[in-house]
């Protein structure tokens, strides 16, 4: 095999794919009427394997994501006596929402296990849905009262500018580049960047990056660290995380940058690739929120304190992110005022 070259690249590894494919449909659709397979993998156009729409190559250079400088994890103390569901106090932003009947949640359905759509049941889920749904929770007292609007990585910030959007719960890190332009809670997640590779490819590190095709999702703060930690990587950027993992299988890029957590969600989805190398940078997750909207901020504050305290912190980990193995627990939160 070509090394450096992902295995379902080749022919015999793509009909690999399909018999999977076939297998799987037969299990879960056994005891169904017939079921005619496909002779061979439909081939592609002119044997050109097509990118996903909207890749581009980066030409510009993105801000280091920094979170130091500005002191961005400190977020607005929640209020000393939290609200009981159903009593928002007027006037309150979160009175307004409890009046609309629903909470509106930015979240991506392509970032497995955080925001992701389950193909049985259609459900969005995962551990940022979880969060949103504890939100919802505190307001309604029911943790299903959620309008989802599906945003990629690069509209998160542009969602809440507009007001489309109440909340952004979607691995949004908090950075002080971003907090010039939306609020955030306080963290409840610390991830890490790192790399995914092909198993047989040789690169095990950021060192290994030089000269070669790294994928990163438009809008995020992956971007920048690479461009820093690797300025000879070509980086290539896609609308999705789900893309460049397409992309990686192709071999159309070498490599693929985010956050630890979102790359274990591709890495589940394919027994070629792997997480290499040491974290390059920790990526604070937090609650985005529209900016002026001081008490609702206080208030998700709150609910991620309570959480914390009554250990719902810990089941929403083990019930997504376990396989990353045993926390280290919830982040540590600071207040500002
Ligand atoms: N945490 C990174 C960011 O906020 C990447 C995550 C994502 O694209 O969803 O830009």
Known sequence: MNPGRHPLTSRRHGAARWIVLLGAVVVLCSGCVTFTAPESPPPSAAGVTPTPPGVQTATTTEPVPNSQSCNATASLRPPEQMPEPNEMPPNS??????????????TDIGSNPFSFRDPLSGDIQGFDVDIARQISAAIFGDPNRIEYRVLSSADRTEALRDGSVDVVVKTMSITCDRLREVSFSAPYYIASQRILAPKNSGITDVDGLADKRVCAARGTTSIGRMQADQPRAKIITTTTWADCLVMLQQGQVDAVTTDDAILAGLAAQDPWVEVVGPGLGA??????????????VRFVNGVLAENKANGQWYATYNRWLSNLGPSYGPPQATYRD
């Not at 009046?99 to 949640?105: F, K, T, Y």
């Open 93 to 106: 932003t979160m009175a307004v929402i409890a009046a609309r009947g629903r909470l509106v949640v930015g």
């Open 283 to 296: 990526e604070y997750y937090g609650v985005g929120m529209p900016q002026g909207h001081d008490d609702m």
